[in-house]
């Protein structure tokens, strides 16, 4: 048995005639940085939200931790340790940084009732203030998320993933829109959370400096199928990947 993580097979989805993914397999094993990166419309944000319960696929099976977790919804697999961010922003404008790292966790804990009756944070506030410490953010942890500048405000969305301790982050464009500036940023807090948290990524990215910085391995997705995955080394001297994408 593989003591992969997380563990895609055959994974397939179609919208009429376009095969958005055609077959996809591949692991993340525990610990990696998981890079996917492949032209726009090969597939990744399908694939992605196929994994994370968002849309059903048509065939194939996702396993975590030997555990087969197709077809559960994203509530499940967030109890079960699967966190995620978005291409888009998913911060509360009207919230306090602070507020929004709390109210992100509160649905992993217990039943509306036993939520309801709970302390006002819920007993989530040490929490709240150990990631506002480590994202470097304490500054702005008491004023609205809405006021923040983009970049900050993505820091806060990736924080948000972290309040559940999930094993396992997936993490759409982590860079899409961020100041060329703040992206060192988001990859030393990334490789840090990596080591301190021992967690797993699976990110996509179209920043290839970054990809190649992070990730420990990377899968080519080229028209909804995998044309490679290894090493950043071994994708930047792979010919065919040259070819279809790095190339151009
Ligand atoms: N809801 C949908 N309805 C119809 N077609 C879709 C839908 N979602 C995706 N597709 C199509 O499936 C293919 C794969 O799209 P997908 O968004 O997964 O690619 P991607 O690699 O994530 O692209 P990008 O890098 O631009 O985000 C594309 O041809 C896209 O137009």
């Known amino acids: 048995m ?5 563990k895609v097979t055959g994974l397939k989805k179609a919208y009429g005639a376009i095969q958005a993914v055609g077959g996809v397999s591949f692991e993340v ?3 990696e940085i998981f ?6 419309g090969s597939g990744k944000t399908t694939m992605f939200n196929s994994v994370l319960g968002q849309i059903t696929p048509d065939a194939g099976t996702i396993e975590l931790k030997g555990q087969n977790i197709t077809g559960l919804s994203p509530l499940e697999l967030s109890r079960r340790g699967v966190g995620r961010t978005f291409q888009t922003l998913q911060v509360f404008g009207k919230m306090t940084v602070r ?3 709390i109210v992100a966790a509160q649905e992993h804990h217990g039943s509306m009732w036993s939520r309801m009756f709970a302390p006002g944070d819920s007993g989530l506030g040490d929490k709240a ?3 506002i410490d480590q994202f ?6 008491d004023s609205l ?3 923040l500048s983009y970049g900050q405000q993505k820091l806060v969305d990736i924080a948000m993933a972290f309040m559940a301790e999930p094993d396992l982050v997936l993490l759409d464009e982590p860079c899409a829109g961020v100041n060329p500036s703040l992206v060192g940023g988001i990859s030393s807090l990334l490789k840090e959370l990596n080591k301190t948290r021992k967690g797993s990524f699976v990110v996509i990215e179209h920043n290839m400096d970054f990809v190649m910085d992070l990730c420990h391995r990377i899968m080519v997705m080229v028209e909804g199928k995998v044309m490679a995955i290894g090493t950043p080394a071994e994708i930047r001297a792979n010919k065919q990947v040259l070819d279809a994408y790095l190339g151009n």
């Not at 890079?35 to 726009?40: L, M």
């Not at 470097?136 to 942890?141: D, F, G, Q």
């Open 129 to 131: 203030d150990a990631l």
């Open 35 to 40: 890079g996917v990166i492949g032209p726009n």
């Open 99 to 101: 507020d929004n790292l």
């Open 145 to 147: 998320a809405g006021t």
């Open 136 to 141: 470097r953010i304490r500054h702005v942890a």
């Open 29 to 31: 094993m525990p610990g």
């Open 2 to 6: 593989s003591n992969a993580l997380l």
